[in-house]
């Protein structure tokens, strides 16, 4: 895969994007490149099947499985696939863990790269030229400005820059008072921006 960026750097509005995509999908259909049922099962796929719930599951299966989350941290890729989770966009993820200490957060500063497999596609914000200049330049100020995620000085924020070769994505902190729940319980209350780091996890 090419890590040259396909868009040009122009702001275009959603009915701009969409008639793009809209005209490359009749283009490969008629070339025989692709099929309406494979485009329409793809999108189904993600927008139904394939979101930030399967990245919860991960995440909770990390804070009740000590050995899980030690294989996790070390080969995102590979121990997601215990858990049947894997596929496009996810060939190589790596997993950074939130401490007291550290506070992790991700970007791709040329595009969009995410790990879909975990989260689904990525939220229009993280796709905007905003976010992905500011967070490098400023994370605490856009954590606390955009997201209200407000970090005491004692915690070390760590951006990191995914590309189409690395995909990184945070294991959150587990919130305090969380003991009794159960990993079906945990995963619930996990968010997607805490797996991008542009949040936490709170206790119900
Ligand atoms: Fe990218």
């Given at each position: ?94 997993v ?19 790990p879909?497999?975990?989260?689904g ?57 969380t ?12 968010t ?13």
């Amino acid at each position: 895969m090419s890590t040259t960026p396909i868009h040009p750097p122009t702001v275009r509005t959603q009915e701009e994007i969409a008639a793009r995509v809209k005209a490359l999908e009749a283009i490969m259909i008629e070339k025989g490149i692709m099929t309406t049922e494979a485009v329409d099962r793809i999108t189904e796929i993600y927008e139904k099947e394939v979101g930030p719930q399967l990245g919860a599951s991960v995440v909770a299966k990390a804070w009740t499985d000590p050995d899980f989350r030690e294989r996790l941290l070390r080969n995102g890729t590979e121990t997601c696939r215990e858990l049947g989770i894997g596929g496009l966009q996810g060939e190589d993820m790596v997993v950074v863990e939130n401490t007291e200490t550290v506070h992790n957060v991700i970007v791709c500063t040329l595009c969009s790269c995410y790990p879909w497999p975990v989260l689904g596609l990525p939220p229009n914000w993280y796709k905007g030229p905003e976010y992905r200049s500011r967070i490098v330049r400023e994370p605490r100020k856009v954590l606390r400005e955009d997201f209200g995620l407000d970090l005491p000085d004692s915690v070390e924020v760590r951006v990191w820059d995914s590309s189409s070769e690395m995909r990184y994505w945070v294991l959150p902190r587990r919130p305090e008072g969380t003991d009794g729940m159960s990993e079906e319980e945990l995963a619930r209350i996990v968010t997607r921006d805490s797996m991008i780091g542009t949040g936490i996890v709170s206790a119900p």
